[in-house]
């Protein structure tokens, strides 16, 4: 299915960047007229999938995370955020809730479970040492 519209984005992985990346997400598919809960969904979603991508994919460095945004007919958006950090070996095991990587005690662990109840779909693509590709799709029901 070929969109109607698109953008993509890319910025570095410093945590400033997360707040820029929710409201260019969200200031992009303002178009469709969502209502407030929409909005905040995806932008709940897209600053966990950010957040993953600063906290665990580059841990050691600063690296540069991707975000390409999709509308098809029908109002169905889908945002694929990526990084070409260190990967997940794991992704069911990472997709548990409560389940972290950071040794620090500081996270919750939630985040892939917050993403998938913010969403319609989740979909989370990884290779150890290339990176992680997370995929979220919602469809705007509302009008304002």
């Known amino acids: 299915m070929k969109p109607i519209n698109e953008m993509k984005l890319s910025f570095d992985s410093r945590s400033c960047n997360e707040g820029f990346a929710r409201s260019a997400v ?11 809960e929409e909005i905040s969904d995806i932008k709940t979603a897209v600053s966990e999938a950010v957040t993953n ?25 889908s945002i694929v955020i990526k990084d070409k950090g ?5 992704i069911k095991k990472a997709m548990e809730p409560l389940y972290t990587t950071c040794e620090t ?6 985040g892939f479970s917050i993403m998938d109840s913010f969403m319609d779909k989740l ?18 029901v509302s009008k304002g």
């Open 26 to 36: 969200a200031s992009f598919i303002a178009v469709l007229d969502p209502n407030m």
């Open 53 to 77: 991508c600063i906290v665990h994919g580059y841990r050691d460095g600063i690296g540069i995370i991707y975000i390409h945004v999709k509308i098809f007919e029908g109002a169905k958006v």
């Open 86 to 90: 260190c990967g997940i070996g794991d």
């Open 105 to 110: 005690g500081e996270r919750a662990g939630l």
């Open 123 to 140: 979909k989370v693509r990884s290779k150890p040492g290339k990176g992680t590709s997370v995929t979220l799709e919602k469809s705007i």
